[in-house]
Every structure is written in C-alpha cells, then in structure tokens.
C-alpha cells in the first residue's frame, strides 16, 4: 500500500521517539542490572554515603535547621555521561554536582597523579575522599539556608573548607587503626590546582579532626 507523504512524516516522527526513549531507557536498565550484581566497592560507598547523610543530618537538626541527603550515582568502565553539571567521565574521579545534589562515585577508579587505584590506599581513603565531596553537599546546603554564602568564597577555599569539614567528619566516622594515617596518606598525595597545595589540605583536614567542630572550618 502506498503511504502519502503525510502518512510518512507521522511514521517517521513515531520511529523518532521510540529511538529517543531507547537512548533514554537504556542507560536506566544498564543501572538496574548493574545494581543487581554490586562489587564490594560499591556496597562500601553507599554505606559511607548513608554514614555520612545521616552525620550532617544530625548537626543541621542540632542547629534547627533541615537536611536534604546527598544521592549517589555509580560511573562504571570509562563511562560518560551528560547531566546538570555538564559531562562526568571516570577519568575524573569522584565529584559532587551541586545541580542534582548527587555524587558521581566511578567504580575501580585510578588516580592519574600517582597510577595507583583509590582503594588501594585503603577503606579510610576512600572514605576521606566520599566525605571531602559530600562536605560540598554540606556546603550547598548551608547556602541555601543561608547558615554560609558558600558560593562567595574563592574556589581553593572552597576546597579547603571542605577538606576541613571531611575532618570534623572522620573525627567520629574513621575509627579503624590506622585509618586516619592512611587517609592524610592519600591526602598529602593529592594537592593540585584548585585544591590547594598538599599542607594545606592536610592541614585543614587535621583541623576539622582535632576540633571536630564545623564553625572551625
């Protein structure tokens, strides 16, 4: 049966959508299937993260204030993807998008600067690193309550303030021997443009741990 061109331009607008539901669909059951089978890595985040929400949660309630958690979203095998904050590659490590609220965790991620993988350093390591990038949901959160114009403050000191808020963190949240010493090993590892230098970001990360108190940073 011949189709007339109306006909046609209606076919072509149906096998459009479908192909843009698809793209949409499918990084959504990548993610389900992916979830079904979690490593080892991924279950130790999302109890740090669960940790973690539920510290803040408790220092916002005990100054009167709301808590909004922080969402996690696992990058898996050079994987990249387009959301609020623009493109997020593994290559880049962990980050917090202050957009979605969301930490963007890449599984089995390498460090450039030193070739070595970010849980080789350890379980406090990467629990330093998680609660470094949900101090910038902390920040986000202060902002918006107006507790602390955090989007005021220059980017390094931005960084360090969150370093620091790691610390007051690890002061409860880092109980295992050692952990502290393996987690300002990764530190002192990872000063960089932006961050700050490798003291200082020790140095505020010690800080918040010796103070534990978050007015301090």
Known sequence: ???TP??????L???TLL???MLVLLPMYAGVASAQ??????RLVEGMVANINAYWEEQ?????HPYSPAQLMFLYDNQLIFGPCGFVITELGPGYCWY???LYYPIDWVDPATGLRLKEYGDSAIEMVVAHEMAHHVQAQMGKLGIQGAETAPGTWMELEADCLAGVYANRGI?????IEDALTALGEAGGPGHGSSEQRVAAFELGYSTADPAQC
Do not use: K, S, W, Y
Not at 6 to 11: F, K, M, N, P, S
């Open 100 to 102: 979605d609220e969301t």
């Open 1 to 3: 049966v011949r189709q």
């Open 37 to 42: 089978e979690r490593t080892g890595e991924e």
């Open 60 to 64: 916002f309630r005990l100054l009167g």
């Open 19 to 21: 192909m843009c539901l």
């Open 6 to 11: 109306r006909r046609l331009r209606r076919a």
């Open 175 to 179: 109980t295992e021997p050692g952990g």
């Open 13 to 15: 607008v149906i096998i």
